[in-house]
């Protein structure tokens, strides 16, 4: 991200009409934003998984520790909707009993401050300083290893489903 450019709200729509379409995606100054309404709240991300650029539009939203989290479709990775946390599942080995706990990643999904003006929805795209790992779907680079995916696994299955992991 550019941390020298002012930080400019972007008109989305009317909160009416983004709540009825619970997800909506735009692209503002050339970053794809999806715009998810969720509990009566508004929450703005990149469009594009961290993981391996899959479109997170269609995920399923889950409360994992506490934490509401987007899960991507194409290999159930979770991801806060608040700050784009990656959350995995996992043991660890030294515990006496390990037993299955969740743990963090970190951010890894750029999210985006929505802000609601006379019901009227504005996004305000993240300046956070330093690389979170989905602007590489965000580059030049990324969108063409996407485009290449995708002309290549047309039809075919994808068997590299997030299994727990040890810690
Ligand atoms: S692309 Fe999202 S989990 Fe792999």
Redesign the pocket.
């Known amino acids: 991200m550019d941390e020298k450019k002012p930080s400019r709200l972007y008109f989305i729509g009317k909160k009416e009409d983004l709540i009825q379409a619970k997800r909506t995606t735009v692209t503002l100054d050339g970053r794809d934003i999806l715009i998810i309404y969720h509990q009566r709240t508004f929450y703005a991300m990149d469009l594009?998984?961290?993981?391996?650029?899959?479109t997170?539009e269609t995920g399923d939203i889950e409360e994992i520790n506490y934490k509401l989290c987007i899960v991507?479709?194409?290999?159930?990775?979770k991801i806060s909707l608040a700050e784009g946390e990656g959350l995995y599942k996992a043991k660890n080995p030294t515990e006496a009993v390990p037993t299955p706990r969740w743990y963090s990643k970190g951010i890894k999904q750029r999210v985006h401050k929505v802000t609601e003006v006379d019901e009227d929805i504005f996004v305000t795209l993240s300046t956070c300083p330093g690389w979170i790992e989905s602007d590489y779907y965000q580059t030049e680079k990324g969108r063409a290893e996407l485009r290449k995916a995708q002309e290549s696994e047309d039809g075919e299955e994808d068997v590299?489903a997030?299994a727990d992991e040890d810690v």
């Open positions: 594009q998984c961290y993981h391996a650029g899959s997170l991507c479709p194409k290999h159930k990775y590299n997030d």
